[in-house]
Structures are given as structure tokens and as C-alpha cells.
């Protein structure tokens, strides 16, 4: 076979192409590494085709440097003088690729003229290495008759290699991302039970045994042993979502990263964080069936009650009367809320309402605000319901320090350990969030009267809020008489809940010598002399205002560490930022590839501009290895799609799903092929 090759015109940025050389389908099985060395003699060597030489050339490098002696299979296309490209239509490229010209982005879809696979019906069956799409055949038909006249960019040629993506910056290997890929997918269903799935992720090696894209739909379906609907109903059962997100934990000896480089990670918000939020999302959308909880369907404006009590039994030592706590939704704006039940409480004084729209008022990241406050007998008894705002995943601070299980987990000195209890600085923490709470209450002419363990709710790390403010001016409503002793109160109870904490004993209070004296020993001295101010006796210049100027320096650090977390989520937030900006690039491709019909053509999404979007959808998802496997690789998605959007000037080159012909464009053409048919789309006639 003679050698063939088109002169490519000075500047043009096409490349010969061979025609398909070997396998027209992507083997069943990995080939033995003897049969890979024999195709790769009988492969014209890629450097030869794109740089003219090959500079490893009789330096090991296997493949055939010859292009005048025909080293083909006897049954691959090359051997059939009548599939070869010789006779086939040339595409002589008039114009440089600075840009895409016009009659390039509206020229209809290439066909090779040779007289095998031009016509449709073999064209049909002919299945590709890529995508066998239904769209296929109809591509052919319809874009053969414009084709001598208008294409000018294609060049056919002798043999095909699918197209070597650039390399990466990212470390990640094509192949090994490939597997992380399928084995992250793998576990997420793993997780789902199934047991095809379990086996899917359990056994690599039968995976490089299932013909890549053929079985893997099989997967994902629930067409086996499992019926949709029980399955449904399983689902139920599922904590959801299943899996936080797909993506492994960096590796130890991927640490040492050059500068430029990245791990995939580096593109989304740490894993902890996600899972913290979604934990939140997911707890915050739960729910029961009223019925089986006894519970109202509608109560007010609200619906969709949920118990958030951890416990049954109810006590009435804060209060004087049970309460329960339920998340629920509200019917006006759709938002999350929390109730607060005090059961079986008669409101006989209509003036103790108005104390709500004080605390109404009151915004502060301290203090769980107060929306409102009714009466209904909806449980079937006389119950006044409060209305919280809702922080999901929320812990008491007694759940948090005082539990039997927390108390275990720190080995403290209570349950034989030796433990240091809460550090100082968490303390510190908390005395500076309170104080500052405590002080916009009182500065508002209230007082909390709530501060007390198991109404102090951690809302994420060290983050803590007052909650249940307003109840208890409305259960003992006095007009506000007694406003300056509960104000007093506050600082007594401030002073026995940090005492508590630091000693991790909730009667560290009644024996205050010893507890002051394990403090001393434990704590620094300006954290024992802030408690010993806070239990003083009330006298008329014992304030908040006063703790306040005792704890300045510390202030000033809890203001440095907000600072430091903040900055911390903006950047975590500026990785998702990026996320959102490729979702609507892949919007876009969703709006235009394959789309079955616009503006009366059929073949809109399949031509011009649109037939170029497709190919780089195939260059960067469809993408098969030499085995023929998917290549699953998100550092490749990535990569590509932060290009795109960017429109770097960087050329690739896209191959026909025949692999017949090829294009070699940049990034910048793309995106603006993307653009105008987006604008095409969401033009108004
Ligand atoms: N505003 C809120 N948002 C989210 N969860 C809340 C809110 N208020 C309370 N919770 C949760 O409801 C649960 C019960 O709260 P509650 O105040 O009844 O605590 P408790 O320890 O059961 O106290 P008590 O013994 O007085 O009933 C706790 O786990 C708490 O985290």
C-alpha cells in the first residue's frame, strides 16, 4: 500500500489522519500484552503522522515507522484498496483556523466518499468505539449531499489514534483517575445494597472484565432481582443521600504537589464541610408521618411536625411544664422551623403575648431568634407554642458535655480517667459568645433567664446560641417588675454554667471550694477570677457590661479566629463558585446536544456549529482507552470545561464518531460556537 498523505497548506492547523487501522470495536478483554505488542507494530507510529518523525524511532519505540509498507491486518480496512481514504473526498482547507469560519461552523457533517462507508445502510451497522448513538445514521444521511461543496476543513487519511487528551496539570493519571472514578461510583452503590453494585465495587478485576460501556448500564438499573417498586420503598429506609459525594481523599504520596499541580480536590469544598452541610440539608428535610407520632397535620401556619426530643421522658424543672420540641414547615414562606410545645399551659392573661414583640426584635448570632408565639389545642389540650428559628443538627450543651456518652469520650476524671475537661480556650469561646448575648438581651430592658445546659444549643463547632428566650416572661408574666433580679440571675447562671463546663460536672456547683480549687489548678487565673465575679452576690454595679472589659483580650482573639474561619469559608465557597460556572456551561451543552429539533430542522443539534459542540462533548466524555474502556476521568472533565469557559487559545483535535475525519480547533472556537447556538436557543422570533 502506498503511503498517502495530504499537504497541509502553511498555517492550516488540520492534521492528517489515518483511516481506522485495526479493531472497529473496542476488544471484549483487556488483550495480552503479546497481542498488544503485535498491534503496535502494525500501528503507524503517531509521531510520524502529526511531527513527520519519530524521534524514538529504532529507540524502542514499537510501532511502525514505515508508512510505504503495508503492515495492516489482512482483514483491516487499509488492506481494502475501496474503504481506503486515497479515493476518498479530500477537504482542502482554504482558510487558516484563527478562527472558524463561516462556511466551516455551517458546513453539514463530513462523509467519507469511499464506497464502502458511504452508504447509510452499512453506515448503520457500523458501530463506532466511541458512542453508538441512535443520531448516527440520520448524520450520515443527512449531510452527504453538501458535502463536496462546503466542507473545506476535514482531511481524511489512512489511519486513526483516538486523540491523546494534553497533558494535565493534574496528577492524577488518566487510568488511575479512570478507576477512582468507577470505584467511587462503585461504592455509592455499594452503599445502595445492591448486590450488583457490592460486587461492582468489591472486585476490581471482574470490572476490567465487563466490555466497558456495554454492561456497565446494567448497574444502574434496578432490572435484575429488584423490584422498582420494593425497591422504592427500601429507599425509604436509606439515609439519604447515600454517598456525600463521590470523590476519595487525596493519597499520602500525592502530598508533595509541585506548585501548578492540583488534586481533584483542590476543585471542591473540603470533604468535612460537605458532609457537615449535607448532613444539615438532609436533617433539616426529614420527616414522619403525623399519624404514627400522634400529631397534628396542621398546627397555625405550620405542617410537616417532626420530634426533634432525644428523650421520651419529659422534665418540668425548667419550665414547670413538659415541653416538646418539633421542626416543621411553614405554610406562608416554606421555611424551617422549630416549635416548642409547652404542654398543657392555659394563657389566661392576653397582655403576657405582647413580651413576644420585644424579643421579636431582638437579631443576634447568639440567641435562637423568636418568630412568634401561639395558643392551640390542636394536641387536644391547652399547649402555647413557640416558634424558633431552626438550626439543623443542633446539640444541647448538655448532650454535648454532660451525656454519659460525651463524658465517656473525653475521659474525664468523673468516669476514672485523667483527662484535661473542656479546653480553656473553647471556654473562653463560649464565655465570649454568651456575654455578648447577655448583654443585647439586657441592653433590650430583658433578661435570657435560660441560661442553663440543656437550653444553650451548639450550633457548629464552638458555635453556641441561647435558646427558649421569651419563654419564661410569658409562663411567669409580671410586667417586667422583677426585670433586674433575673438580669442579676443570668450572671449567677452564666457563672455555674461555665463552672460546670470547666469541671464537667453539672454539681460541681454545690460544692464551689473544691470546684474553685480544681479550677485554680487547671485553668488560668483570669478565667477563675471571671467565674469568681459572675458568682458574687447581685449588687447594683454587677453587670455584664463589667465582664465584658474583664475578658477584652480574649474578645479580641475570638474576633481573630471568627475572621480566620471566615476567610476560610469564602475560599471553600469561591471552590464551589467555579462549580457552579462549569454546571452552566454543562447546562448549555444540555440545551443543544442532541437536541431532536429547532427551527424546523431536524438535523439543527447535528450540523454547523452544533456538530463541533458534539464532537467536544465525545472529546471530553465519551473518551475510551486503548482497551476500549470508558475513560472516567474528572481531572479530564474539569480540565476541559475550565478551558472551554475560559477560551484559551490551546488547539485540540476532535475525531468523527466513525473516526473517519477529524477537526482540529481551539478552545476559543468552541466556546464561541457554544455561544451562538445558546444565543440561537434563547433568541425570541
Ligand atoms: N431551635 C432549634 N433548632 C434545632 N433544634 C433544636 C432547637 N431547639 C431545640 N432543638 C433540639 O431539640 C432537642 C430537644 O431540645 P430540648 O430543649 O427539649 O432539650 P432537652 O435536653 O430535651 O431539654 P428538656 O429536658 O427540658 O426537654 C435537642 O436535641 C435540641 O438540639
Partial sequence: MSSFSIPTPSGSSAIPIVAPTSEKEPPKSPPSSKNLTANSKTRTCRNLIIHGYCKYEGKGCEFNHDLGKSTSPPNSPETNKSKLSVNS????????????PPEVVNAPPFVPKSTQVNTPEEISVTPTST????????????????????????????????PVPPPTPFLLSPGGVANHGLNALANSFASLGLNNATNFASNENSLSEVPSHMNNT?????????????????????????????YTSPLPHVSNLHPHQKTIHAFFMLDHLREELQRKNESTLKTVNAKDFNLPEELHVYHSLYPLDQRQEKSIKIFGYPSWVYKSVCSVDGRVYCLRRIEGFRLTNEIAMSTIENWRRIRHANIVSIREAFTTKAFG????????????????????????????????????????????????????????????????????????PTKILSTNKNRIRINCCGIMDMLTFDGGKNI?????????????????????????????????????????????????????????????????????????????????????LESELSQELENGRLVRLLCKFGFI????????????????????????????????????????????????????????????????????????VSYKEIKNCIDSAFRDLSRRK
Fill in 381 to 452: 389540650d391547652h399547649s402555647l407554642v413557640f416558634v424558633y428559628d431552626y438550626h439543623p443538627l443542633s446539640q444541647t450543651l448538655f448532650d454535648k458535655h454532660f451525656s454519659s456518652s460525651s463524658l465517656q469520650a473525653n475521659n474525664l476524671p468523673q468516669s476514672g480517667g485523667t483527662g484535661v475537661v473542656v479546653p480553656e480556650t473553647v471556654l473562653w469561646s463560649y464565655i465570649t459568645q454568651l456575654a455578648s448575648a447577655i448583654k443585647t438581651i439586657h441592653s433590650s430592658g430583658l433578661a435570657a433567664r435560660m441560661i442553663e
Fill in 89 to 100: 473526498p479530500v477537504f482542502k482547507p482554504s482558510v487558516l483556523l484563527s478562527s472558524i
Fill in 593 to 664: 446536544n442532541e437536541r431532536p429539533e429547532f427551527d424546523m430542522d431536524p438535523s439543527w443539534s447535528e450540523t454547523g456549529d452544533r456538530y463541533l459542540i458534539k464532537l467536544f462533548r465525545d472529546y471530553v466524555f465519551h473518551q475510551v482507552d486503548e482497551n476500549g474502556y470508558p475513560v472516567v476521568d474528572m481531572a479530564h472533565v474539569l480540565m476541559c470545561l475550565n478551558k472551554l469557559d475560559a477560551g484559551v487559545d490551546e488547539r485540540i483535535m476532535l475525531v468523527s464518531r466513525d473516526e473517519q475525519s477529524c477537526l482540529i
Fill in 131 to 162: 458512542t453508538g448513538s441512535p443520531q448516527q445514521k440520520h448524520y450520515y444521511d443527512s449531510g452527504e449531499q453538501e458535502y463536496d461543496n462546503e466542507m473545506t476543513l476535514y482531511e481524511q487519511t489512512l489511519g486513526f489514534y483516538p
Fill in 218 to 246: 446494567s448497574y444502574f438499573t434496578t432490572s435484575h432481582h429488584l423490584d422498582p417498586f420494593l425497591y422504592q420503598s427500601q429507599q425509604a429506609l436509606l439515609p439519604q443521600p447515600l454517598q456525600y459525594h463521590l
Fill in 484 to 568: 433586674h433580679h433575673f438580669q442579676q440571675e443570668d450572671l449567677i447562671h452564666f457563672g455555674q454554667l461555665i463552672i460546670s463546663l470547666a469541671c464537667n460536672s453539672l454539681s460541681s456547683v454545690l460544692n464551689l471550694p473544691k470546684s474553685i480549687d480544681y479550677i485554680s489548678r487547671h485553668y488560668s487565673p483570669d478565667f477563675k477570677n471571671v467565674i469568681l465575679y459572675l458568682l458574687n452576690k447581685p449588687t447594683p454595679t454587677k453587670s455584664v457590661d463589667k465582664v465584658i472589659a474583664m475578658i477584652g483580650p480574649r474578645i479580641l482573639h475570638e474576633i481573630n479566629s471568627v475572621h480566620h474561619y471566615n476567610d476560610f
